[in-house]
């Protein structure tokens, strides 16, 4: 996994592009692009639902932006009803559903983010989680869960929510559900501190350029080139 950080970068215009993704210019928001495919939801919709319902108590400025299916019919939850039963509905945005069933191109993606505060995703597990690096890219806070892939992918302005409780799964894999409680004081600290800052973008493209592609090429060229090498040398003895 890599990221392109000459595309993924933070924009200057980003009051525009809330009016183009049809939310409010002055809006503090709160953004997950996630894929809802799972049941239980494992990018952790409910926890994330129910951290930002406290946050929109105390905040009237504040929107949930979900790029997601927000039907069920990708096997995920109904994510419709759901923000519905935790009385956000009118504090949230999903991304339209001909526009994501089709799928940004990198260049909308980018002005996705950029229309975010804070990017926020209380997963479960993960394998790897590219819209973190994604986000930080461009130039965002991150707050997810300290469990599986994500506890290596957050810069030091980013948050690692601890797990509430575990539970096993019929695989035979562990998932986790984030601390409600810790998720909401994280959302705090960045609304209080106005989102985004010069410093803290700083630090987010400085870790997201470690997985530049550039980076990831340099540094697994070589071994992937060893192993194929290796694997011929393997053939031609047989």
């Known amino acids: 996994h ?5 595309v993924f970068k933070p924009l200057e215009n980003s009051r525009e592009l809330k009016n183009k993704y049809n939310i409010p210019e002055d809006a503090f928001v709160v953004g997950n692009v996630g894929a809802n495919k799972a049941f239980p939801a494992r990018k952790g919709f409910p ?10 108590r105390r ?43 089709l799928g940004l191109s990198e260049e909308q993606l980018v002005e996705l983010y950029n229309t975010f505060d804070v990017f ?21 806070d991150t707050i997810t869960t300290n469990f599986t892939a994500q506890r290596e992918l957050v810069s030091p302005n980013g ?21 409600v409680g810790e998720c909401i004081d994280a959302l705090e600290e960045v609304y209080k501190r106005g989102g985004k800052t010069p410093k803290t973008i700083m630090e987010a493209r400085q870790f997201a350029s470690e997985f530049d592609w550039g980076e990831v ?5 070589p071994i992937i080139k060893r192993m194929y090498n290796d694997i011929q040398e393997r053939r031609y003895k047989l």
């Open 217 to 221: 090429i340099n540094y697994w060229g």
């Open 59 to 101: 905040h009237n400025d504040a929107v949930l932006y979900i790029h997601s299916c927000p039907s069920n019919q990708m096997g995920g939850p109904d994510l419709i009803d759901m923000a519905s039963a935790y009385g956000i509905l009118d504090k949230v945005v999903f991304t339209k559903p001909y526009p994501y069933l």
């Open 159 to 179: 948050f690692l929510i601890n797990p509430s409780h575990y539970e096993y799964m019929p695989l035979g894999s562990w998932h986790c559900r984030a601390n």
């Open 120 to 140: 926020f995703g209380p997963s479960h597990s993960e394998g790897f989680f590219l819209p973190l690096i994604e986000a930080m890219a461009c130039g965002l």
């Open 47 to 56: 926890e994330m639902m129910q951290a930002f319902r406290e946050l929109s």
């Open 2 to 6: 890599g990221v392109n950080t000459k």
